[in-house]
């Protein structure tokens, strides 16, 4: 099916929570009616490893047969984990397309948007049917993401990821984020384990989903405001989740830290050296490795192996 319709924002069941502007009108292809809420986003890197991919696709799993729709961005990785898991539990989902819906992004998820649109699902875009995907398009299609979620759980994501930009829109527009916890030594999970330490809400599995949905305390939606890349600087926002607590600076370190970051060098040490060097056994050694690289002090160069930026 690409038959996508051409839908006034305000006609939708989702109206109350885009920003003023910035989404005039959504294509939908699929049932509008997917989009009435509670909408609960799982987002994360493309270069997701297995436990990743297993953990969005139980968790979209569990929520679908919670009744609750699952949203994502249809890329490779935590995305199509997370659609392919509600699909299986016959659940519905969205996918929120970085391109016109004339374009079925990425192609090889044809078959999966088929089924998702089979078990009363959708797709839906900002862009015109035929806007092809291209470096522009994907940022607006996270910040579609973060406009429809009521809740949004990071599953994986190195710092460096596209998820951290859509948590950080997230937060703006007053929703919910949740991260899931990595140790200090997975790369992949450093930008979750960012977004924990800035006060993101710990989620371990759907219950905790269910209970950021039924909480009272704390926005889930702030005034509709137009959403801008980058907010004049006379403009007061709410806190950026990377910055909402600031990581200390060198000489506010434990001794712990100030040991383990006299000891780093610019050349990778592995897990093992770092801890003959220090006399630390390796749960204590992570601890400070986590504070460091959260501060910016550290660098996880994957392997176990760690050096100074």
Same mark, same amino acid.
């Given at each position: 099916?690409?038959?996508?319709?051409?839908?006034?924002?305000?006609s939708?069941?989702?109206?109350?929570?885009?920003?003023?502007?910035?989404? *005039?009108? !959504?294509?939908?292809? @699929?049932? *509008?009616?997917? !989009?009435? *809420?509670?909408?609960?986003?799982l987002? @994360?890197?493309?270069?997701?490893?297995? $436990?990743?991919?297993?953990?969005?696709?139980?968790?979209?799993?569990?929520?679908?047969? =919670?009744?609750?729709?699952?949203? #994502? @961005?249809?890329?490779?990785?935590?995305?199509?984990?997370?659609?392919?898991?509600?699909?299986?539990? &016959?659940?519905?989902?969205?996918?929120?397309?970085?391109?016109?819906?004339?374009?079925?992004?990425?192609?090889?998820?044809?078959?999966?948007?088929? &089924? +998702?649109?089979?078990?009363?699902?959708?797709?839906?875009?900002?862009?015109?049917?035929?806007?092809?995907? #291209?470096?522009?398009?994907?940022? $607006?299609?996270?910040?579609?993401?973060?406009?429809?979620?009521?809740?949004?759980?990071?599953?994986?994501?190195?710092v460096?990821?596209?998820?951290?930009?859509?948590?950080?829109?997230?937060?703006?527009? @007053?929703? /919910?984020?949740? =991260?899931?916890?990595?140790?200090?030594?997975?790369?992949?999970?450093?930008g979750? +384990?960012?977004?924990?330490?800035a006060?993101?809400?710990?989620?371990?599995?759907?219950?905790?989903?269910?209970?950021?949905?039924? /909480? $009272?305390?704390?926005?889930?939606?702030?005034? /509709?405001?137009?959403? &801008?890349? /980058?907010?004049?600087?006379?403009?007061?926002?709410?806190?950026?989740l990377?910055?909402?607590?600031?990581?200390?600076?060198?000489? =506010?370190?434990?001794?712990?830290? &100030?040991?383990?970051?006299?000891?780093?060098? $610019?050349?990778?040490?592995?897990?093992?050296?770092?801890?003959?060097?220090?006399?630390?056994?390796?749960?204590?050694?992570?601890r400070?490795?986590?504070?460091?690289?959260l501060?910016?002090?550290?660098?996880?160069?994957?392997?176990?192996?760690?050096?100074?930026?």
């Open positions: 099916m690409k038959n996508p319709l051409a839908l006034d924002s305000a939708l069941p989702v109206a109350d929570r885009l920003p003023s502007g910035r989404f *005039p009108t !959504l294509w939908v292809d @699929g049932d *509008p009616g997917a !989009l009435c *809420p509670p909408l609960v986003a987002v @994360g890197t493309r270069d997701a490893d297995a $436990r990743g991919e297993g953990t969005a696709y139980a968790l979209a799993a569990a929520l679908a047969e =919670a009744g609750l729709t699952v949203l #994502s @961005g249809g890329a490779l990785g935590i995305d199509a984990s997370a659609h392919l898991g509600a699909v299986d539990a &016959r659940g519905r989902s969205v996918v929120a397309l970085p391109c016109g819906l004339a374009h079925w992004y990425p192609a090889r998820h044809e078959e999966l948007y088929g &089924r +998702l649109l089979g078990l009363g699902g959708a797709l839906v875009s900002a862009l015109h049917p035929d806007t092809p995907p #291209s470096r522009w398009t994907f940022p $607006r299609r996270n910040a579609l993401v973060a406009a429809l979620a009521d809740v949004l759980v990071v599953v994986q994501a190195p460096s990821s596209g998820a951290l930009m859509t948590a950080e829109l997230a937060l703006r527009l @007053g929703r /919910r984020v949740l =991260a899931v916890p990595y140790g200090a030594s997975d790369r992949r999970g450093l979750c +384990l960012r977004l924990l330490r006060g993101a809400g710990v989620c371990t599995g759907a219950e905790d989903v269910r209970a950021a949905l039924a /909480r $009272r305390d704390g926005a889930l939606f702030l005034p /509709r405001e137009p959403l &801008r890349e /980058r907010p004049p600087a006379a403009r007061t926002r709410a806190p950026s990377a910055h909402a607590h600031a990581a200390p600076p060198e000489d =506010a370190l434990d001794p712990d830290a &100030r040991l383990v970051l006299d000891t780093l060098r $610019r050349e990778p040490l592995h897990l093992d050296e770092l801890s003959r060097l220090c006399g630390f056994a390796t749960p204590r050694l992570q400070s490795l986590l504070t460091l690289t501060a910016g002090l550290c660098e996880d160069r994957g392997g176990c192996t760690f050096a100074r930026p």
